[in-house]
């Protein structure tokens, strides 16, 4: 299983180094990009990871650190793409659905940092649907 992040863009782009948009061929990512979005123009996004698992580790680790989620990469590509206006899903494996529904940037780092600091409970995983307050996606 993986970290996936999906964004919605006509004109996918990222100044974040070592991330990579991807046309939708998986099954799986088909189906999220539809469910989440409902129209074309969704992309995903990887790292070395093939997914954006190497992403997430390392800003789970940074966390743990003491550091802030915008600190990281995994922050600061988020930040970016809803400064451009983007939409997008955060989600583990084909747990696609249900994702809690963002349209405040703070609550947004929030969520994804409470999700990444863990005492060892659960897995790390992100799950967030980032829908911005803003009509239309770039």
Request: glycine share 8%.
């Amino acid at each position: 299983m993986s970290q996936f992040l999906l964004v919605q863009s006509a004109e996918p782009s990222t100044d974040v180094a070592g991330v990579s948009f991807h046309a939708l061929s998986d099954e799986l990512l088909v189906r999220a990009a539809s469910h989440n979005f409902g129209t074309p123009f969704v992309w995903s996004l990887t790292d070395e990871s093939d997914g954006i698992d190497s992403m997430s580790d390392a800003a789970k680790n940074a966390i743990a650190a003491g550091a802030e989620l915008q600190d990281t990469l995994l922050g600061q590509l988020l930040l970016e793409q809803i400064e451009l206006g983007r939409d997008f899903c955060l989600f583990w494996g084909g747990d696609f659905q249900n994702l809690p529904v963002l349209r405040n940037s703070d609550e947004l780092m929030a969520i994804i940092s409470e999700q990444l600091h863990s005492d060892g409970a659960w897995n790390w995983e992100i799950y967030a649907l980032w829908k911005s307050p803003e009509a239309g996606s770039a």
